[in-house]
């Protein structure tokens, strides 16, 4: 079987599509998977090259630029016609559209998949070319027209996001195995407004005996590491890491934006956090938090209303709180879609019979 993958410039699209090959692979090891994405540095540093990846320059796409799709339908053409895919899957972004619109019309076997709590504005127009469409969330704002094509199966997680020992993760990073440990991050860009909030509120001297993993980003990473040395906390600070399993297992909560894909992290691993949703982008990332805060399995701080003396309240809150962080596990432990990476790969190789 040979599988055409698409996704683009986003940890949130590209880190789903990635399992979902993981979960090809463990089905079939001699599936052929040819991964389409765009050419920033985090695909070219996350990709590994038995996905064969083909990368397309980043374009930015809008109605005055919409001409550019024209040259990307285009070589997306000449790419499937090459390559001959018996199955074209799409992960969101612009990069998506000429694949599975192609795929329609050559009647090639695809479906898309959706991160987010309501379709992109990608998936909103290919929904209507696409065999199937597969849901993280359950979604009951689906129109009547799609629900015949609507799977409800998880965000697909990569093997490698696995719950491990706190002590030894603290160990990884070289950390004290028994103080309260925070996780920061701002989605896989990094955000400036984090990363400035949470420096502020770490130079309060009541938050002295607690210990920080800090992902700041490519582009905020020296200045943010320049900070610290003034803070008298203890600290981690990475641009970017691999080691997210380490991460997340050796934290007792994470401050982070609500991208689908660090969301689906966060339940699979039982992780409680703050939310502070990216306030663009359709607000998808606000629909994303709520869901989870309405289960009580987060806490949830707007983006416009971030500021040093609310993001402390809640820090302390949770610090003083065991109990509550003990709750917020058990909600995730309860709602957590486990094997959604094995549910997407199975309907590849039903839609290919």
Known sequence: MRVLVVASHSGGHIFPAIAFCQGLRDKDRDVEINFVTTDGQLERKILKSDFNPVF?????????????????????????????????????????????????????PNFIHEQNMKLGLSNCLLANFSNKIIFSFSNKQISDKLKNKALFFGNPLRKEIRLLDKREARKFFDLDTERFTMLVMGGSQGSFKINTQILEVLRDKSFSNIQVIHITGALDYERVRREYKNINVKYKVFPFIERMDCAFSACDFVLSRAGATIMAEIAALRVPSILIPYPYAKLHQLDNARFLVEKNAAILIEDKSLCEAILKGKITDLKNNPDKLKQMSQVLDVINLPDARNKIAELAFILTK
């Open 56 to 108: 397309f320059k980043r374009r930015k796409i809008t109605v005055l630029t919409s001409y550019n799709l024209l040259g990307l339908f285009f070589r997306a053409q000449t790419l499937v016609k090459t390559l001959r895919p018996n199955l074209i899957v799409g992960f969101g972004g612009y990069l998506s559209i000429p694949f599975i619109i192609c795929a329609c019309f050559r009647r090639i």
